[in-house]
């Protein structure tokens, strides 16, 4: 008689339902995510694009379990590998920080203690964490430094942060992500203020560490470039919103929601001549505290109607059910209008 079967663990490691975070201010409550939902599966990388203020930094912090303890309210659901993060108790967040889940800041100057040698900022999670000496978590942070680019490791290790160039700082913030093999990388905006040649050694460095150590990845960015080839899905939120989530081929060559194709537009191409003026989408996002009653995009959507502007569109699917969106009058397929006006909250149409 064979012996029981040995359980197998779930392909999906991230499973976030209903998710709404609240802040309580002096205007009111500010609903930065609302009603979100989406899987991670093991080893996938994943994008969350939008413009500031859409809501996608939250929901990273969200998801890590590192919202304010007071004055915000979290709704809904986020199981990692079978965790609870929404209403855990800190101790047993600490219990996950750094094995299970790890965060890229977007900023490593203000996220790095900048009066602690970075070799002991590196070693003290595999210390406290890992339960490692001294000696040992110094060996293991030197073999991070190198694993992660840092030339001459040993004489680094004993540098502060000031000492070394951005690109150097947001590698060392990816040695501390990595420190204790988590299961989930969450990477926050990790190129911001990079000049364009360090931002691909940053993100072919994250591409390559993720392969390694058979992480799924969750990249946080407002560049649709940054995600092009470098995801298996992509999630466009607006207002706090889930506007659109597919494949990257979908969102790219299949989208069915203006915002999207808003994105899109306003991306540079090299290709374009010299000089040429960049296109932007024309209004401002929405005041979260006072949101419009349909889609929050249609006061900037040159697509909008009445119905658009008086109730909220579901996300619903296309025709791959795993690509959803939110739209009342969705760009058909073979139809793209990248070039199509988009109108401003003052009802000024831009070419």
Known sequence: MSGPAESQPSPVLLEVRELSTTFKTGRGDLRAVADVSFDLGRDETIGIVGESGSGKTVLSRTIMGLQPRYGVEVRGSILLDGNQIVGADESDLRLLWGK????IFQDPMTSLNPVTKIGKQIAESLRVRMGQSK???KLNALHLLAKVGIPSPEQ?????PNQLSG????????AIALACGPQLLLA??????????IQAQILNLLEELKTENKMSVVLVTHDLGVVAHRTDRIIVMYAGRIVEIGTTHDIFFRYHM????ALLTSTPKVSNASHTRLATIPGRPPDLLNLPPGCAFSPRCAYATDLCRKERP???????????FACWHPIALGAARVNAPLVSSDGVTHE
Do not use: K, W
Not at 100 to 103: F, G, I, K, R
Not at 188 to 197: F, H, M, R
Not at 314 to 324: G, K, V
């Open 135 to 137: 000696q040992e978590a």
């Open 100 to 103: 299970e889940v790890a965060m």
């Open 258 to 261: 203006p915002y999207t194709e």
């Open 156 to 160: 680094r290790f004993d540098n502060y």
């Open 314 to 324: 579901p996300l619903i699917p296309s025709e791959d059910p795993s690509h959803l």
């Open 167 to 174: 690109g150097m700082r947001q590698r060392i913030m990816i």
């Open 188 to 197: 926050d905006e990790p190129t911001t203020g990079l000049d364009v040649t």
